[in-house]
């Protein structure tokens, strides 16, 4: 079971820190990763990170995001600067359990609820 937390509105050039809870005693072994859902848009891929701690970012916000992970509290974070009107969606927080990564949506097995980041020109 996955919890997200953090959205809001915010104004251009700004930033928000998105955080997202998770359950489960084998939380370090999971790939989590973050996609995004604009208002009739199909859901995308934001960002994941392995067990290990490799990342990986989608294009459009790439060395604006950063995700990073905190295995102690079984907790997954999303630092995102210099936010853009585009960057608007609701975000989902993601695991994989198996490990393995991937910027598919379908290979993420478990999900978070989702929350709402507004960014206001």
């Known amino acids: 079971q996955l919890q997200a937390s953090g959205g809001g509105l915010v104004r251009a050039g700004e930033s928000l820190r998105l955080s997202c809870a998770a359950s489960g005693r084998t939380f370090s072994r999971y790939t989590l990763g973050w996609f995004r859902q604009a208002a009739g848009q199909e859901r995308e891929f934001v960002a994941f990170i392995l067990s290990g701690g490799a990342t990986s970012y989608a294009g459009s916000v790439k060395g604006r995001f950063t995700i990073s992970r905190e295995n102690a509290k079984n907790t997954v974070y999303l630092q995102m600067n210099s936010l853009k009107p585009e960057d608007t969606a609701v975000y989902y927080c993601?695991?994989?359990?198996?490990?393995?990564?991937?910027?598919?949506?379908?290979?993420?097995?478990?999900w978070g609820q989702g929350t709402l980041v507004t960014v206001s020109s």
């Open positions: 993601a695991a994989n359990t198996a490990g393995s990564f991937s910027v598919v949506a379908a290979a993420y097995n478990a």
